[in-house]
């Protein structure tokens, strides 16, 4: 057994470093901030991985439920809501708008909804915010941010310093609106995987 003392809340915002998107390309810190996004983001999708080959589905996947360790690397855990694909109903769960729309609708989900909600986590950790308040501040209903996600508002990917293209596009298929169309997690793992620090130099 591992004592985790934090989780990765504690990185959105993120101090040491900061995260990506407070940073000009030309910061020196830059390369290690996306270095350090990448590896949290590619060890969430392994742990989702071995669950979506067994078959189970996470289904409450947000910041407050992993847990990072003394070596800075993040354990996935709070399996309270996690079913099998084939014993899930239309049973409303997750949290806000970290859930994707047809949780949100109430309608039978599968493994690509927990990549849903693993492309608006990559967004918080590139921008150090969370996705709610930037969905409310985009959105005229600002007190529903999960209304706002079911009629299709998702984060901005326009403010300063935005993610290269192929991060941008891998995070626009994780949150589309169709599941057929997101990525699977293994997919997720292959493209952090084959991530190259000299692409943001």
């Not at 910041?63 to 709070?78: E, F, G, R, S």
């Not at 909600?117 to 005229?140: C, F, N, P």
């Not at 993610?163 to 997690?185: C, F, Q």
Request: with cysteine.
């Amino acid at each position: 057994m591992e004592c985790c003392q934090t989780t990765l809340k504690s990185r959105i915002p993120s101090e040491d470093p900061p995260n990506p998107g407070k940073l000009s390309p030309e910061h020196p810190v830059r390369r290690r901030s996306v270095k350090t996004v990448a590896k949290y983001v590619r060890q969430i999708s392994q742990a989702l991985t071995y669950l979506h080959t067994r078959n189970f589905v996470h289904r409450d996947l947000k910041p407050q439920n992993i847990l990072l360790t003394a070596d800075d690397d993040v354990k996935l855990t709070d399996v309270g809501q996690t079913r099998r694909e084939s014993e899930i109903s239309g049973t409303r769960c997750g949290t806000g708008c970290y859930s994707a729309p047809e949780i949100l609708a109430g309608l039978t989900h599968s493994c690509s909804a927990d990549v849903f909600s693993l492309g608006i986590l990559l967004w918080e950790l590139w921008y150090g915010k969370t996705a709610q308040s930037d969905i409310e501040i985009r959105d005229s209903v600002k007190a529903d941010a999960e209304f706002a996600v079911m009629k299709g508002t998702r984060p901005s990917l326009a403010n300063v310093h935005v993610p290269p293209e192929n991060w941008k596009d891998l995070v626009r298929r994780s949150w589309h609106h169709d599941p057929a169309e997101r990525p699977s997690a293994n997919e997720c793992v292959k493209f952090f995987a084959r991530y190259s620090p000299c692409d943001f130099e």
